[in-house]
């Protein structure tokens, strides 16, 4: 209760330690934790760097600088010298005042190249004290800043109120004092007490954010796992905040066209996605050009790219775009749009093509569709287009084809059009001048087999304003060493009456394999979607393991993949013909597919040759999964492991990766290294199997009885 001057003393004080917190727990607090943890971590990389630099490396820098006489006097490296001034360096015999400072300086500029160019890796495994620095500064500043924000606003109530009653009362007399005083100065200042007193229950509040800021402790353990699902986060969160540039956003465009690009212009109002500096390289790319081919490699956000290019058209009050992909992965561009960005989107796609193509009209936003459906879409004569995505623009490469000269039309009535290919295509030059004759056609007629064979530097500054490629090495200095991607498809037709049918028939094993059942690409997305994976890991020089539980879905992949495949392993290979396989796997050439049983392949074998892992459906035990992945994830692996989820939407899939929490903890693999924790995790999981699925039965007949209803 505040009744006295002595009150109002202990409330001001507590006021003022409020806002001297609100002042020191800032986002430029974090953002400087974040920064001086960034740089211990380069000067120790910068530590280790230098010391693998020969010493008379800054001979190339100056020459004639008596490089023998250190040698002579111990010093091998840059490491060995990098503390030594000049005065030092001039009580070595030979070395006089001229040859000190030149030598320090030469010194000095590498190390500093390197400090600039260095690139800190952080491996979950082995983290240092300065890493866990660095992830602990990130993650408070994510847990905290919500609140922060929020004791900010609470922080300025006060200041606008709280003081300037506590002034009121603070001319509060004693008896005497008091008769000297007006009845409308005592009625302000009892005002002002009353006011000052119902205003605790507001100081509570406030007190109980400071408490979760001061002391905040983070779990290690919980710390590790989540950089481990959050790697790209993290490593964006460090981009943005630090002078951190991992990449070459672009090495091989000319850096003239590099800072045009940087310098353009790029509105991420309404994405809930962080761009990597790539990925806004990218976006902004295709928005200073108007008409390119993006040829990332997989795995590097083709989508994210082209999502924040149409974002920033449609704030620009340029809200009508059309996105033109494989019947497989039209569920997959829903999915990211919707979960990326406030655009609304629409299906152009079945039954209900014509109604979503009308609310596209009345509503703006994205229209998805395939490339046979564009054949049916009047769009020049009801509905103008700002923005053309193709993906998977390959598929348009025949220029003979109905579909790829529809494609042709509508990009040339479209101001913006963006190709997008994980293919090399500068490897196929009549393609790659197919595609760039769409969008640029004087630059088309330009490239030659000359010029692309016999003067590579001019093909590609010829190239740079409409074709973007970049690897996945080169832009991703950190290297996740296992990514997991989930690949979102449809049913085919006939295979969504399949799957309904085995739904009210309760045949679990028939769902789960129901969108294989099409048995061919036109028929089965999934299907299409993993021969285009096997296709463009082909194209990039990379094998591929594929993993499916049912023996009648990997006979329907063999079909599929038969020239580049082995036998499959299945349980009724033995273990030496296992082997034998794997090994004639290892030696074969890129682009090779090993399709396995995931309970026959998934377990003691090491199949480092693939990296890229194919998961045909959910297993009922993560584990099974998990298993399967470390096949190819473990020691001896040189190259990072993709793992694709192939998932159906509106399925079993779904609802198994709800019900058993997948999404959140599914490869948890850093924790579940032991045999002893593997064996505990099996016999849980077995103990739960059966009442999972009863569980997962259920809810996917209640949700089809909803949805046909």
Same mark, same amino acid.
Request: proline share 3%; glycine share 4%; hydrophobic share 35%.
């Given at each position: 209760m505040i009744n006295n001057k002595k009150d109002v003393k202990r409330l001001e004080s507590e006021v003022n330690h409020i806002l001297e917190n609100c002042n020191l727990f800032s986002e430029e607090h974090f953002n400087n934790q974040i920064k001086d943890a960034w740089q211990t971590l380069k000067r120790i990389k910068v530590r280790e760097n230098v010391k693998t630099i020969p010493i008379d490396t800054i001979s190339t820098l100056e020459k004639g600088l008596p490089v023998n006489v250190l040698v002579e006097n111990g010093f091998r490296s840059l490491y060995d010298i990098r503390d030594q001034s000049a005065a030092d360096l001039m009580y070595i015999d030979g070395i006089g005042e001229k040859y000190a400072d030149s030598?320090?300086?030469?010194?000095?500029?590498?190390?500093?190249?390197?400090y600039q160019q260095a690139k800190p890796r952080i491996?979950?495994?082995?983290?240092?004290?300065?890493?866990?620095?660095?992830?602990?500064?990130?993650?408070?500043?994510?847990?905290? *800043?919500?609140?922060?924000?929020?004791?900010?606003?609470?922080a300025d109530y006060l200041h606008q109120t709280i003081i300037p009653d506590m002034e009121t009362a603070k001319n509060k007399k004693g008896f005497v004092g008091s008769l000297f005083q007006s009845k409308t100065e005592k009625e302000q200042i009892k005002a002002a007490f009353d006011r *000052?007193?119902?205003?605790?229950?507001?100081?509570?509040?406030?007190?109980?954010?400071?408490?979760?800021?001061?002391?905040?402790?983070?779990?290690?353990?919980?710390?590790?796992?989540?950089f481990v699902?959050?790697?790209?986060?993290?490593?964006?969160?460090?981009?943005?905040?630090?002078?951190?540039?991992?990449?070459?956003?672009?090495?091989?465009?000319?850096?003239?066209?590099?800072?045009?690009?940087?310098?353009?212009?790029?509105?991420?109002?309404?994405?809930?996605?962080?761009l990597r500096q790539y990925q806004t390289f990218g976006a902004k790319y295709a928005l200073y050009y108007r008409r390119t081919l993006l040829g990332d490699e997989m795995g590097l956000g083709k989508t994210i790219q082209a999502l924040a290019m149409v974002n920033h058209l449609s704030q620009r009050n340029q809200k009508y775009a059309l996105v033109v992909c494989p019947l497989s992965v039209l569920a997959n561009w829903k999915r990211e749009i919707e979960q990326h960005s406030e655009l609304k989107t629409f299906i152009f796609h079945g039954r209900n093509r014509d109604a979503e193509f009308a609310k596209w009209q009345a509503q703006t936003g994205v229209i998805l569709t395939t490339y046979e459906h564009t054949l049916h879409m009047n769009l020049e004569e009801e509905q103008p287009v700002d923005a053309l995505i193709v993906d998977e623009a390959h598929y348009v490469k025949n220029p003979e084809a109905k579909r790829s000269q529809r494609i042709y039309q509508l990009a040339a009535n479209v101001e913006y059009v963006l190709f997008m290919s994980g293919t090399p295509l500068e490897n196929r030059l009549d393609e790659m001048k197919q595609l760039m004759s769409v969008l640029q056609p004087d630059i088309a007629e330009k490239l030659s087999e000359k010029l692309h064979l016999l003067m590579p530097n001019e093909f590609r500054q010829l190239v740079a304003p409409v074709y973007l490629r970049r690897n996945r090495k080169d832009v991703l200095a950190e290297l996740p060493e296992l990514e997991i991607i989930p690949q979102w498809t449809n049913f085919g037709e006939e295979e969504e009456e399949h799957y309904q049918q085995a739904v009210m028939a309760g045949q679990l094993m028939l769902m789960r394999r129901a969108a294989w059942l099409g048995g061919t690409p036109g028929k089965s997305p999934k299907l299409e979607k993993l021969l285009d994976i096997c296709q463009e890991a082909y194209e990039?020089?990379?094998?591929?393991?594929?993993?499916?539980?049912?023996?009648?879905?990997i006979d329907t992949i063999q079909r599929h993949v038969n020239d580049r495949t082995f036998e499959a392993i299945t349980g009724d290979v033995s273990n030496a013909r296992r082997q034998e396989i794997i090994d004639a796997f290892t030696d074969a050439r890129p682009g090779s597919v090993l399709v396995s049983q995931i309970s026959a392949g998934g377990v003691g074998l090491n199949i480092q040759a693939a990296n890229i892992v194919v998961l045909c459906e959910p297993q009922w035990k993560p584990s099974t999964e998990e298993q399967a992945i470390s096949r190819a994830y473990r020691m001896g692996q040189s190259r990072n492991v993709i793992v694709y989820r192939l998932l159906t939407e509106e399925s079993i899939d779904g609802t198994m990766l709800e019900i058993l929490g997948e999404k959140a903890n599914l490869f948890d693999l850093y924790a579940r290294e032991s045999d002893v924790a593997s064996l505990a995790l099996q016999e849980h999981e077995e103990s739960e199997?059966?009442?999972?699925?009863?569980?997962?039965?259920?809810?996917?007949?209640?949700?089809?009885?909803?949805?046909?209803?």
């Open positions: 030598i320090a300086e030469a010194v000095s500029k590498i190390t500093e190249s390197v491996d979950p495994d082995d983290l240092s004290g300065a890493e866990i620095d660095l992830l602990e500064s990130i993650y408070r500043k994510w847990e905290l *800043l919500p609140t922060l924000e929020s004791l900010h606003t609470d *000052l007193n119902a205003y605790q229950e507001n100081l509570e509040s406030i007190y109980q954010k400071l408490d979760k800021i001061i002391p905040y402790t983070v779990d290690r353990d919980a710390l590790i796992q989540h699902k959050e790697n790209a986060a993290y490593y964006t969160e460090i981009e943005k905040v630090t002078d951190f540039e991992q990449t070459e956003e672009a090495e091989d465009l000319p850096a003239g066209i590099v800072e045009t690009i940087r310098n353009t212009t790029l509105d991420t109002t309404g994405l809930k996605i962080a990039n020089g990379q094998k591929v393991l594929v993993f499916s539980f049912f023996r009648d879905v199997e059966e009442s999972i699925k009863k569980k997962v039965l259920k809810l996917e007949q209640e949700r089809l009885e909803q949805y046909v209803g």
